[in-house]
């Protein structure tokens, strides 16, 4: 992705990606079909995707076609935001193992500090860490002792 669309006086502007750099950004299977068959016939200047009437598709289209403030109030998460979904994309990439560095490219973040602002462990991973803990600590001393990248001094 080298640039996107935003609002702005008399219309929508296009400018360079907030980072000013080239973004790639991975596909995942199940959105290979949807997305052949979108840029099917097209070629890389043209939308992805058009608003209503055919023009440009914007942020009040998106709420508007997906009846934002419904669905959330229908799934009982009236605070749930687009950019949320954000956040969950990149807890679940996280989760899935993808490493840090590279979650910071997918998500175009200049800092690694700001990738893990976006990462939200809930409880069941809370507990898992301290499952894996326990595990750790019941082992003999001997056996920990191997793990350890260092020895510690007393």
Known sequence: MERQLYPGSGGLVTKQTKGRRARYV?????????????TDGKTPDDPLLRGPRGGVLTT????????WEHLVAELGLPGLTRHGL????ATWLADSGVPLHV?????GHQSIETTTAYLHPDHRHL??????????LSQSPNRRQEKLPYTPTL
Do not use: S
């Open 26 to 38: 991975p596909i995942l299977n199940a959105l290979e079909p949807v997305l052949h068959r979108l």
């Open 103 to 107: 979650l910071q490219q997918i998500l």
């Open 86 to 89: 954000r956040h969950t994309g």
């Open 127 to 136: 507990a898992e860490a301290a499952e894996q803990a326990n595990r750790f």
């Open 60 to 67: 009040a289209t998106v709420r508007d076609a997906t009846k």
